[in-house]
């Protein structure tokens, strides 16, 4: 949290005065985009930092719990399918790690607080992917979930993030359809396929629900991200359109969705269960799951990478005239 002012609301930090907000509200208002070298409340800048550095961290991290099905994959044509996907997750990363970096935190500061676990990483990527079926549940559930969520931010104030969502948003839609299609073709297959996508089904629905965020009654964020256009639409909304979309399409393929209480009500919505945030938050805190391991594979990593940095910085620094060898 920014410096605050007596007398002034939280969200004017110190050295900052109400008009300066007004005229940047206005901006906004008027549907103006935010770009890197413009004035911005400090707090802006913070959240997006916040926001952007932890979405960046969530696509790498990503990474790993299909990753490990690479060389397990049980065709070609799904081996290079997943291949494609999570090569596509490593470029959003460097799309989203780029857009923090315009805000003036370096990639190294970002790491650091990854390493750290000062910064977060989206929650259901600390699930295990027990079977194939997880593979197809995660490209049609988490990316379905996440299409929502990152339609939603391609019309955000800040240009950089808005100008990444849109750029990702159109190979998230590749990665959907692509779970869909291979959960409901094992939906339709034999007993065995359709009972391995059923128990994907039973593992995956709820941490895609929660990856949401917590309902917005519990979202500290969601206030300041709605005043200043980062967020046009919050958690439960999100969550509601993803929920919509996918228990139709999962009854459909014969699956029965793992919520007792799911119902439709009269506007046509459906309407969940209780949401587990106490397995949500302890998830968050590695306190179950694989967060330790998420880490641990990510640090790993970093340290494997060191002798790259350091020659490149070496090259880089190279007096100017050396031939590269
Ligand atoms: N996992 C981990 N932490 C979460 C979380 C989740 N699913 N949902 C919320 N949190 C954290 C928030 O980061 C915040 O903690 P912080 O203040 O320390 O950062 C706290 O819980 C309170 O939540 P809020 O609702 O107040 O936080 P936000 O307003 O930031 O809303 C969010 C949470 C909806 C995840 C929002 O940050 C967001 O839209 N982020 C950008 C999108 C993103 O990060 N998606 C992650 C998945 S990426 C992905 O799926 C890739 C795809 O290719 C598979």
Not at 73 to 98: F, S
């Amino acid at each position: 949290m920014t410096q605050t002012q007596p007398n002034l609301p939280k969200h004017i930090s110190a050295g900052e005065t109400p008009e300066q907000h007004a005229a940047f509200e206005a901006r906004i208002a008027a549907g103006e985009k935010i770009e890197p070298g413009d004035w911005m409340p400090a707090e802006y800048r913070r959240q997006l930092i916040r926001m952007i550095s932890q979405h960046a961290h969530s696509e790498v991290v990503g990474m790993l719990p299909e990753g490990e099905w690479i060389s397990k994959a049980p065709t070609l044509k799904r081996k290079t399918i997943l291949m494609a996907k999570v090569q596509d997750e490593a470029g959003h990363g460097q799309y989203l790690y780029h857009a923090a970096e315009t805000l003036g935190i370096t990639r190294e500061e970002m790491i650091e607080a990854l390493l750290t676990r000062k910064a977060k990483y989206s929650s259901i990527f600390n699930y295990p992917t027990t079977t194939w079926a997880d593979v197809g549940m995660v490209g049609w559930l988490v990316d379905g979930a996440a299409i929502k969520n990152q339609t939603m931010l391609a019309g955000c104030s800040y240009g950089p993030y808005s100008r990444a969502m849109v750029r990702i948003c159109s190979e998230e839609t590749f990665h959907h359809k692509q779970g869909k299609e291979m959960i409901v073709l094992y939906a339709q297959g034999t007993p065995e396929q359709k009972q391995m996508a059923q128990d994907a089904l039973n593992r995956w629905w709820w941490p895609a629900v929660q990856m949401l965020g917590p309902h917005d009654s519990d979202s500290p964020n969601t206030g300041e991200l709605s005043r200043w256009g980062i967020k046009l639409k919050t958690n439960d909304e999100v969550r509601q359109e993803f929920i919509n979309e996918h228990v139709p399409e999962l009854m459909e393929a014969g699956l029965t969705v793992p919520d007792p209480d799911m119902h439709q009500d009269e506007a046509g919505n459906w309407i969940h269960g209780p949401i587990d945030w106490t397995e949500f938050w302890a998830v968050i805190k590695g306190e179950r799951g694989l967060g330790k391991q998420r880490i641990a594979t990510r640090q790993a990593a970093q340290d494997e990478g060191a002798w790259v940095r350091d020659a490149l910085e070496a090259y880089m620094a190279r007096p100017k005239g050396e031939a590269a060898d």
